[in-house]
């Protein structure tokens, strides 16, 4: 029997954080993290998967689906203090993460600032960010995610638009979920960007011990260049391809997204 999937909010010392989970709390703990402005729905198809042997918990970012925004700006640090905020207050000592584009770069700031936590880390499409690449995302705008709301909803074809290259042509309710959480999020939908912008990652990258899996959709123009020069920054990591997987891979390929996943997770350790 596939296991339910439960949403709930959490109160946290950050305020309230709305979570989706799927499996028994008396399993083994793991934490999926969306991309910008995606929110826990980019996991749905994942969580019942995961949850058959795990108790999965998918959380809405804090200022992203229905979390409320914190008061506070946002950087990558403060979403992961917030994140391991709701690990507290759900009482989750152990957890493994797994981060998706702005999630990966999530669950690197939270391994890096609570690595007694975090026992193996799952990074799929998630970018290498150094000054250099700082530097030339400070210089080129977004590509996508920009909104500025026009009388005549001419904002809601922009946003459909500036991804749809990027996208399945066969599957536009991948497109329309995007658009659905972009219009949800608090703020420019692409915030994520900037904050993923301004992380120093080669500062934090050396506290990184635990195992490792990068996830590379293979289709992604954006991230899946970056992987090479991702894992060569870490202790013990290793890439997978998933041929074809692009930008919203989690939904796209939940599937072999889910199979590398706890393939990765049951490992023996080395």
Do not use: K, N
Not at 6 to 28: E, M, N, Q, S
Not at 252 to 269: G, H, K, T, Y
């Amino acid at each position: 029997m596939t296991p339910p999937i439960r949403r709930r909010f959490v109160d946290t010392a950050v305020g309230p954080i709305h979570v989706a989970t799927c499996g028994t709390p008396a399993a083994p703990a793991v934490l999926l993290l969306h991309q910008t402005p995606r929110s826990w729905f980019e996991y749905e198809a994942v969580l019942p998967r995961l949850g058959a042997h795990r108790f999965a918990i998918a959380m809405d970012t804090v200022g992203f689906g229905d979390s409320p925004p914190p008061p506070w700006p946002p950087t990558i640090e403060r979403w992961a203090a917030a994140a391991h905020a709701l690990l507290d207050a759900m009482g989750v000592d152990l957890v493994d993460l797994v981060g998706h584009h702005t999630g990966g770069v999530v669950a690197i700031e939270m391994a890096a600032s609570r690595g007694d936590r975090v026992r193996r880390l799952v990074l799929s499409s998630t970018p290498w960010v150094d000054a250099a690449g700082r530097e030339r995302r400070r210089l080129r705008p977004p590509p996508v995610d920009v909104m500025h709301p026009d009388a005549d909803g001419g904002h809601l074809q922009s946003l459909w638009a500036q991804r749809q290259p990027y996208y399945p042509a066969d599957r536009p309710e991948l497109l329309q979920a995007f658009v659905v959480d972009a219009l949800r999020a608090h703020g420019e939908p692409a915030t994520g960007h900037h904050v993923v912008a301004a992380y120093a990652m080669e500062t934090r990258i050396d506290r990184i011990r635990q195992p490792t899996l990068l996830l590379r959709a293979t289709a992604d123009p954006f991230a899946a260049p970056q992987a090479e020069a991702l894992c060569a920054h870490l202790h013990d990591a290793r890439i997978v391809d998933i041929e074809g997987g692009g930008i919203p891979l989690p939904d796209q390929m939940p599937e072999a997204f889910a199979r590398e996943v706890e393939a990765f997770l049951r490992a023996d350790p080395d």
